[in-house]
């Protein structure tokens, strides 16, 4: 089945800084990546998510990268805020069945 | 609009005890999706339907954990007999996912914190 890889386990960055996250998938038929942002005690939230057909997307202050060839892909957070401090997870999915297999968990801590 | 609902948000009780988790998702979601999420760990998939039927069940321990959707609409998460290592949060989430390739948001409920002592 699918593996995914995310490093690393904790970020800490001064406000204002960029972060960026690392994950790799084992399944070449993965097409879809999701990121999810979790606040402590709180419910995974989409972020922002990108398919197999496309290398880069953005929204805002957040960017997310596809490489297929070497699989992996990251998410990059510019201009860093206190409110950016939480757990980010990728995931990655294959096949018809939508099933999302999650990294292991991002800490991210912006410092003021 | 609503998002997805979950009950209780709490639940302690001793090993070998049962106990059953309730999930109303997003009205109009075909598919359903139950998680366990381990303290420190991300969410790992126990079960998917899509409407009544299950698509995915290869990570449920099916000696003592069970679910099920039988109106395609609310599910029940049933774990009998409870052990120490069930001790996780339990995620449900809903989708729009018909199968068939295309991706939609995995929306999730706010979860129910299990402690099994």
């Known amino acids: 089945g699918e593996n995914v890889e995310q490093h690393p386990s904790t970020l800490s960055v001064q406000e204002g800084d960029s972060a960026v996250i690392k994950c790799t998938y084992s399944?070449?038929?993965?097409?879809?990546f999701p990121w999810y942002k979790q606040e402590l005690g709180k419910r995974p939230q989409l972020i922002i998510d990108?398919?197999?057909?496309?290398g880069e997307k953005k929204d805002q202050r957040i960017a997310v990268t596809l490489n297929k060839t070497a699989k992996h892909f990251s998410l990059h957070i510019t201009e860093t805020q206190p409110e950016d401090s939480a757990v980010y997870f990728c995931?990655?999915?294959?096949?018809?069945?939508?099933?999302?297999?999650f990294g292991t968990g991002t800490r991210l801590q912006v410092t003021l | 609009e609503a998002g997805v609902a979950q009950s209780p948000r709490y639940k302690i009780i001793e090993k070998r005890q049962s106990v059953a988790f309730w999930c109303n998702p997003i009205?109009?979601?075909?598919?359903l999706y139950w998680y366990q999420q381990i303290l420190g760990q991300g969410p790992k998939l126990l079960i998917q339907?899509?409407?009544?039927?299950?698509?995915?069940d290869s990570q449920l321990p099916k000696d003592r954990f069970s679910a099920e959707r039988l109106k395609g609409v609310d599910s029940t998460l049933k774990i009998q007999p409870a052990k120490l290592e069930d001790s996780a949060v339990y995620l449900c989430?809903?989708?729009?996912?018909?199968?068939?390739?295309?991706?939609?948001?995995?929306?999730f409920g706010p979860g129910t914190r299990l402690t099994v002592t």
């Open positions: 990108i398919r197999s057909n496309v």
């Open positions: 399944d070449s038929a993965s097409n879809y």
């Open positions: 995931a990655a999915t294959t096949g018809t069945a939508s099933k999302l297999t």
């Open positions: 989430a809903s989708s729009l996912d018909l199968g068939g390739g295309r991706r939609y948001e995995q929306y």
């Open positions: 009205s109009g979601h075909a598919t």
């Open positions: 339907f899509q409407n009544n039927g299950v698509v995915d």
